[in-house]
């Protein structure tokens, strides 16, 4: 009879991992110009100053998170070498969220230990907006948040929009 033990050989895959969400790979191919850009755009964060709103989009499987995780990756890593330097980057996957309250209930909880987390719903707005400037202002320092399959712009610009207004 033949053996049917289940001993681990590495056969099938050169990297496994490759297949798992969370993974980063180590290079991306065919895409050094939009790296360049993207770049660009986060280089003031290592200076200590606020960078521009970066908006990614195109088809799915393209690239923009595993671009994003990459880019961020290499950015932490530099700044924890930059003494005054104090960065946070939180992200938040929005598929499913379909509006600016629901991402920013979703990035309140990301920003609170789970026994500090607000419900999806019963709040005004100008509240969770409220929760969520409080919670970055806790963290201090500089934070990027990255806001992961977004459908419609709108979640994006409620959002900022938000900030740049006197919330009481």
Known sequence: MPDFDFTPTGAIFDRREALLEEWTPDE???RDQELENY???LQPVIENEPPSNVFLYGKSGVGKTA???FLLGKLESAAADVDGLDLHTVTV???GLNSSYQTAVALVNELRRPENQISKTG????SVYQFLFNELESMGGTV???LDV???AIAVYMINRA???SVQ
């Open 93 to 95: 996957n929005c598929d």
């Open 67 to 69: 671009a994003t995780k």
């Open 39 to 41: 770049h660009a755009a």
């Open 123 to 126: 709040y005004p707005q100008a």
């Open 28 to 30: 991306l191919v065919g």
């Open 163 to 165: 900030s740049s207004a």
């Open 150 to 152: 977004v459908f419609g």
């Open 144 to 146: 990027l948040i990255v």
